[in-house]
């Protein structure tokens, strides 16, 4: 081994590297359904979604509750963690997966 070899070079990939580029990067992409009728309005969705998907409808359910929605523009922001579908008290959530799409650089500045 030659004594000129230092860490850089030993680390260094053999075919050298790339810049990170983020439109090669897919964001993992779901659609939350939400059971209106079933809702209780308790906003616990609306309050652990990471991304900030869902929000309160205007109109009531049969019961009178304020039931989630998708946020207008926010249709393809939902990143399918699941988390809504966790903490719906009364399982009014399913999110199904949805294909993967590039990042839109205004998701992360
Ligand atoms: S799955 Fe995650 S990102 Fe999508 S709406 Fe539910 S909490 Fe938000
Ligand atoms: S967590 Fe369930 S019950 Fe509560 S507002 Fe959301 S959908 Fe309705």
Redesign the pocket.
């Given at each position: 081994m030659s004594s000129k070899r230092t860490l850089q070079t030993v680390l260094m990939p053999v075919r050298g590297r790339n810049p990170f580029n983020i439109n090669k990067v897919l964001k993992p992409r779901g659609r939350p359904h939400?059971n209106s009728n079933i809702?209780?309005?308790?906003?616990?969705?609306i309050e652990f979604c990471p991304i900030g998907v869902l929000e309160f409808s205007d109109t009531v359910n049969p019961w009178g509750y304020q039931?989630?929605r998708i946020k207008p523009g926010m249709e393809d922001a939902c990143v399918n963690c699941g988390m809504c579908e966790r903490?719906?008290?009364?399982f009014?959530?399913e999110v199904f997966e949805e294909p993967p799409i590039p990042y839109k650089v205004s998701w992360v500045e």
């Open positions: 939400i809702c209780k309005g308790c906003g616990f969705c039931y989630p903490v719906c008290p009364e009014a959530i």
